[in-house]
């Protein structure tokens, strides 16, 4: 086993996931992709939300390029096609009738918006099948998984977490914002994620570079052996929590 599907299934057991974590790349030239094993081309219209879907739930491996029938705005976001101002005030005219109150508003949202640079081709597939080096890795999970992740990474080397909204195609506050700034980046799903995507009404995600896998397992792995784990045990809002606390905190105690 490689070290991907290693880590991959280090926050599977540890997690109790419902879903694979996803490994993403994006690709210089698009001839990259008939390196990789059994991908996955899409020939209808599909949008970037439906693609973690089909990679978590289904396990395929996903290649894309901007020739394939995928969302023009997907191909801005997600290193395909660079954002243009006249690509900019296009979709903020559509967005103002919908999401945002005028097209002024909507236009800040899509200057605001993190964007990976354009490529020839992604490819998307899950972590555990060891396809290719990722870049980023995407994990789905409810809050109290995601929080585990995070506590897990604090275990290791303190550090405040702090991420944003960016509204409808939050996958840019998770995915695109982890790979420009080469740092974790939750989000909380949008309606288009939901709608097309199928992500759960009580899942978040978090997008981690590679580097960082290591450190949130290592720190799981010891909060774990305190009795920090999930499953989370519940002591319950009507219990005296003195001794349920005292075996992690000798001082919860006392009186």
């Not at 491996?61 to 005030?89: F, W």
């Not at 995601?146 to 506590?151: E, R």
Request: charged content about 25%; hydrophobic content about 40%; glycine content about 10%.
């Amino acid at each position: 086993m490689g070290i991907w599907a290693e880590r991959g299934e280090d926050f599977k057991a540890l997690l109790k996931l419902k879903t694979e974590p996803i490994a993403f790349r994006r690709l210089e030239k698009a001839e990259g992709l008939d390196q990789i094993r059994n991908v996955v081309r899409i020939k209808r219209g599909f949008t970037f939300c439906q693609v973690p879907f089909l990679v978590r739930v289904l396990g395929q491996t996903i290649g894309i390029t901007k020739e394939d029938p995928v969302g023009d705005r997907c191909t801005r976001l997600h290193g395909l096609r660079s954002a243009t101002e006249k690509s900019m005030q296009r979709e903020a005219a559509m967005l103002s009738t919908t999401w945002f109150a005028s097209p002024q508003e909507a236009l800040k949202q899509q200057q605001e918006t993190p964007r990976i640079p354009a490529g020839e081709a992604i490819v998307v597939a899950p972590l555990t099948k060891e396809k290719f080096e990722p870049q980023v890795v995407l994990i789905y999970g409810n809050p109290a998984q995601i929080m585990m992740i995070l506590c897990g990474m604090q275990k290791e080397r303190y550090e405040r977490f702090q991420f944003s909204f960016i509204g409808e195609g939050a996958c840019a506050d998770s995915l695109s914002q982890c790979y420009v700034s080469g740092k974790p980046a939750l989000a909380i799903p949008c309606y288009g994620e939901r709608a097309m995507g199928q992500v759960a009404d009580d899942e978040i995600v978090i997008a981690l570079p590679p580097g960082e896998l290591e450190r949130a397992v290592a720190g799981m792995k010891k909060l774990g052996k305190i009795g920090f784990r999930y499953p989370i045990a519940f002591i319950g809002g009507l219990a005296d929590p003195a001794p349920a606390l005292a075996q992690f905190y000798p001082d919860a105690g006392r009186k």
